[in-house]
């Protein structure tokens, strides 16, 4: 029996993904949590709170610890993220040629601070320490594109034109 249950985002989550996860394993034991925890963030994109019950319950470890693992460790994400993740140099050459502009300008435009998801699920954001684009500084990257030597307004542009492809 298939079942689902709506996340605290508001998404549906069908719990069977956990349950195979889980199920996959010859033993369930509570030092498993972090690798099970990596598998489920794989078929979610994140980590919905329907299934971090579901890992709590069948590893036998309290919630709180569940939660502890996934909040100390960045790699885990509790909510979902944008269709377009856009990551901000914030090395020293994107740094003294003005990304720290850019960041302002990004939290402005979307209303949402570094590693948040805008409320209609279009864009992330996130800094990084480089993306190797130095000659390029200030520079952003949107999936696999890169936007180098930008400025507030060239940013503004770029956003517009993602938004542009989803009308």
Known sequence: MTTVIESEAGRRV?????????????????RHLIAVLQEVQDVYGY????????????????LARVYGVCTFYSQ???????KYIIKVCDG?????????DLLEELKTQLG???????EDGLFSFETVMCIGACGLAPVIMIGDETYGKLTPGKLSEVLDSYRRMEE
């Open 14 to 30: 069908n719990l069977d993904a956990v349950r195979d996860i889980l199920r996959a394993r010859k033993e369930l034991l509570p």
């Open 47 to 62: 980590l919905p709170e329907p299934a971090l019950e579901e890992i709590s319950y069948g590893l036998n470890v309290p």
């Open 76 to 82: 885990f994400r509790m909510a979902p993220l944008g």
């Open 92 to 100: 020293t050459a994107c740094h003294v040629r003005g990304s720290n």
């Open 112 to 118: 949402i601070h570094p590693g948040q998801t805008t």
